[in-house]
């Protein structure tokens, strides 16, 4: 037998629905075959579980007013959701391994050569602690709820709730198809971290919370978060290899698109190749707009029906070639014309802001301005036409030292920046800006 995880073995079957147990039942465990490691002389078990045994079992330690032993986040419901919809949703619902702690009544007993065995849990609520994915789990306990109420519909009306028995099946599937488990022998954490405490601390005995907590801590203080341009760019390449299913890509289907122009804008012929920060830039980029951020700057355009059908989705691939060739002659013109009227801020970007994310926010804001006050013309504005209507922006101060933006900050900086320039084009005579700042006052911003 080669090493690796083995299957969960229940000595009973649960009852009927998979909502999450609160009773003791006496004398019963769940048997996880498994195979152990030593830790630095922790014991440490790798297994699989099946998610309907978990959650009769689990525990989390979150923060709340009235529990002090915490250690955990604040459970966020709409993690806890994007969990679910990846579950039910994804063909490649890979969940990794939970870490969990489990104490000295949990017993393993080998049965296969030295480091394979059988950890016994016992069928008792909070005999397995969570102590590293609480929102994998929260997941699964929304599965098992709505099961739970579809389940008892059934079994009230069966006519009725027979259209629902193939999703009955589907979450049944979900429940009780393994998933990856480490479990922590918390008793030998304990015994291990007794060697390194402080000498006045020793008549105290450690508790489990107090272990875990440890685990929990070292874990979120080492992990660094996913770099916001490098989830952007890996989301665009996901959503153009086809895979849907995952609800943190499609809750904004418009950023791989907008990826896909921006990253077009960076590396090929345009006035702006170059010249975004990238997930893999170097420390000299650090000082100009990141990806994320000039992605994000593109909304109020991604806002505009003529500039991107928001059923792109379902459109054929001529169409989606089609709009983004349109989408991405248009911001090549208008940065064009930017380049033109300001050249000094392009070739010395460490002096002047205006490659910084909230002059990019600000000045991509007045892209979608001038997109839409060419809409009456019936067409996308050509680059003659750009420059007419921002042309008299030409002088605009974008130097670090005198800017009349240099001291703006944060989104609302990024709206009075916004507002500052079409000021200035409506006291040129513009009156497409006087509409556009009606507007902005009239959101409130």
Known sequence: MTAGVVDTVSEDEPAAGHARRTHRVGGRKIRVPAVLSDVKGIPVYSGKIKPSDLLAVYDVKQFSAEELDWYQRKLFEKKARDVQAYLERCPISVIPALLVGVGAESIFAHTDGQDFGTLSVPRVQKSIRVIDGQHRVAGFQLIADELSVLESRARLDPVVEEPARERREFMRHILDSPIPITAVDISGAIKAAEGKRAAHF???????????????????????????????QLAYRIWFSGIRGIPAIEEEEWRPYATRLVEDLNRHESPLKGLIAEAAASPGMARRVRLSSFVTSLRDLFDIPEFFDKETEQRDEKFRESQHEKELKYLREYWTVLRYLFPDAFQDTARHLLLRTLAVYALNGLAADVFKWALPQGKTPTKERVKELVGPLAGFDWTRDKSPIKAFGGERGATEAHRLLLTRLADSGSSEAVQSLNDLDSRGT
Do not use: C, M, Y
């Open 202 to 232: 020793k008549n105290q005995s450690l508790t489990q919370d107090e272990a875990e907590r440890v685990i929990f801590f070292i874990l979120n203080k080492t992990q660094k978060g996913l770099n916001p341009s490098l989830r952007d």
